[in-house]
């Protein structure tokens, strides 16, 4: 075994594994039913698997164009212009990244310089604060409001300094499933109006928003488009969180920034998948039965819950249930997760992970994008705890 010997200086002294691969590694070992991280376990569509290999036959295997193949950018132009009233110019200002994880890290680091201030809603998607630190800029968490994972636009107000040149928002969020209102988007008008600050602008599960609420991407607000990076993933869209396959788009000045690292970063991403998605996304039919889909799954997983002792509020997005254990135990979150997955075969996410100061408000994480079969003998068990 090598060992390294001269002076190493980490660049994320503080962090570990993520807790998604800790939590699916202790499920896949303990054999339990995996509701921690956040992934379908049914199939993509086969139409879809069929465009891909079709393209992979047709000779689509070497590089594709840096920015991503133009006909799926102008189909997720139309896309969002359709459904949310913003023209991208498909040449300049969208480019096809591997997934939204990539995305996300290639915004902050194009545009964030050394003790650069961003912002930043906790309980928070984990990739965020490491991103931000990797690049020399010093994270601001600021804590949404219980129960139902508000945001007090006053504190985000007292936070913003000098030094602030990024907001970082999710919309619906993972992990809590709470929404952004339309309040709340023109709150972020009035705060960022006049200022040098941008947006990130994480929608990846803009199609799944439950209870006939609206999904309020920047995109439908064009003073806050004008300074926003829209980050989405088709892996959620499409059920394939496997392919890696995501977007950003964004104002010129800013895309052309973007695409300066995401060419030494990745250059470009998979060929086959994108020539599928290209054609795929046409289709409207393929993502507008979305938000019945997953509202029907998180209705069945709480009404197998009925009886139970966790305490609940409805998931109004994404495809996550929160659940409260403050009836069952006073342990801490990260230890309940990990004994019910050891003793009780169900696995979660504890949400203490997704805030830097490790905040724990005992409650746990529990992904709904499964089959009924595995959410009713996920429930099952729940209603013994
Ligand atoms: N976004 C997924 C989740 O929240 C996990 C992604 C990952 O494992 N990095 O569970």
Same mark, same amino acid.
């Given at each position: 075994?090598?060992?390294?010997?001269?002076?190493?200086? =980490?660049?994320?002294?503080?962090?570990?594994?993520?807790?998604?691969?800790?939590?699916?590694?202790?499920?896949?070992?303990?054999?339990? #039913?995996?509701?921690?991280?956040?992934?379908?376990? +049914?199939?993509?569509?086969?139409?879809?698997?069929?465009?891909?290999?079709?393209?992979?036959?047709?000779?689509?295997?070497?590089?594709?164009?840096?920015?991503?193949?133009? =006909?799926?950018?102008?189909?997720?132009?139309?896309?969002?212009?359709?459904?949310?009233?913003?023209?991208?110019?498909?040449?300049?200002?969208?480019?096809?990244?591997?997934?939204?994880?990539?995305?996300? +890290?290639?915004? #902050?680091?194009?545009?964030?310089?050394?003790?650069?201030?961003?912002?930043?809603?906790?309980?928070?998607?984990?990739?965020?604060?490491?991103?931000?630190?990797?690049?020399?800029?010093?994270?601001?968490?600021?804590?949404?409001?219980?129960?139902?994972?508000? #945001?007090?636009?006053?504190?985000?107000?007292?936070?913003?300094?000098?030094?602030?040149?990024?907001?970082?928002?999710?919309?619906?969020?993972?992990?809590?499933?709470? !929404?952004?209102?339309?309040?709340?988007?023109?709150?972020?008008?009035?705060?960022?109006?006049? =200022?040098?600050?941008?947006?990130?602008?994480?929608?990846?599960?803009?199609?799944?928003?439950?209870?006939?609420?609206?999904?309020?991407?920047?995109?439908?607000?064009?003073?806050?488009?004008?300074?926003?990076?829209?980050?989405? =993933?088709?892996?959620?869209? +499409?059920?394939?969180?496997?392919?890696?396959?995501?977007?950003?788009?964004?104002?010129?000045?800013?895309?052309?920034?973007?695409?300066?690292?995401?060419?030494?970063?990745?250059?470009? !991403?998979?060929?086959?998948?994108?020539?599928?998605?290209?054609?795929?996304?046409?289709?409207?039919?393929?993502?507008?039965?979305?938000?019945?889909?997953?509202?029907?799954?998180?209705?069945?997983?709480?009404?197998?819950?009925?009886?139970?002792?966790?305490?609940?509020?409805?998931?109004?997005?994404?495809?996550?249930?929160?659940?409260?254990?403050?009836? #069952?135990?006073?342990?801490?979150?990260?230890?309940?997760?990990?004994?019910?997955?050891?003793?009780?075969?169900?696995?979660?996410?504890?949400?203490?992970?997704?805030?830097?100061?490790?905040?724990?408000?005992?409650?746990?994480?529990?992904? +709904?994008?499964?089959?009924?079969?595995?959410?009713?003998?996920?429930?099952?068990?729940?209603?013994?705890?």
């Amino acid at each position: 075994m090598p060992t390294y010997k001269a002076r190493l200086d =980490s660049k994320l002294p503080h962090a570990g594994t993520s807790i998604f691969a800790v939590m699916s590694k202790l499920a896949h070992e303990n054999g339990a #039913i995996n509701l921690s991280q956040g992934y379908p376990d +049914f199939p993509t569509s086969p139409r879809l698997i069929e465009l891909v290999h079709d393209a992979m036959k047709k000779g689509y295997n070497q590089y594709a164009p840096m920015p991503g193949i133009f =006909s799926l950018r102008e189909a997720i132009a139309e896309k969002i212009e359709r459904l949310y009233g913003t023209r991208y110019d498909p040449d300049t200002e969208i480019t096809i990244t591997a997934g939204a994880t990539q995305a996300i +890290f290639t915004a #902050i680091a194009a545009v964030i310089q050394k003790n650069d201030e961003v912002i930043l809603f906790a309980p928070a998607y984990d990739s965020y604060a490491p991103s931000i630190e990797a690049n020399g800029g010093i994270p601001v968490e600021i804590e949404m409001d219980l129960p139902a994972f508000t #945001i007090d636009w006053q504190k985000v107000k007292k936070s913003i300094s000098e030094r602030t040149r990024m907001i970082i928002i999710n919309t619906p969020h993972n992990p809590t499933g709470s !929404v952004l209102t339309d309040q709340d988007m023109k709150q972020l008008v009035e705060l960022t109006a006049n =200022s040098n600050i941008m947006i990130l602008s994480d929608e990846v599960y803009e199609h799944m928003i439950y209870d006939g609420k609206r999904h309020n991407s920047v995109a439908r607000y064009p003073d806050l488009a004008d300074r926003s990076f829209l980050v989405a =993933s088709f892996g959620k869209t +499409f059920h394939n969180t496997g392919w890696k396959m995501g977007y950003c788009a964004g104002p010129r000045e800013l895309m052309d920034e973007f695409r300066k690292i995401h060419q030494f970063n990745v250059f470009s !991403v998979n060929h086959p998948m994108q020539k599928a998605i290209a054609t795929y996304l046409k289709d409207p039919e393929n993502y507008e039965y979305l938000p019945g889909f997953f509202e029907a799954k998180r209705n069945l997983f709480l009404e197998a819950l009925e009886g139970s002792r966790f305490s609940f509020l409805p998931s109004t997005g994404t495809y996550f249930q929160l659940l409260g254990y403050g009836k #069952i135990s006073e342990e801490g979150d990260m230890e309940i997760a990990s004994r019910m997955t050891r003793e009780h075969k169900v696995a979660s996410i504890p949400v203490s992970a997704f805030y830097q100061n490790k905040t724990d408000n005992r409650i746990l994480r529990f992904c +709904f994008a499964k089959s009924e079969e595995t959410l009713l003998r996920g429930a099952e068990i729940l209603r013994t705890l």
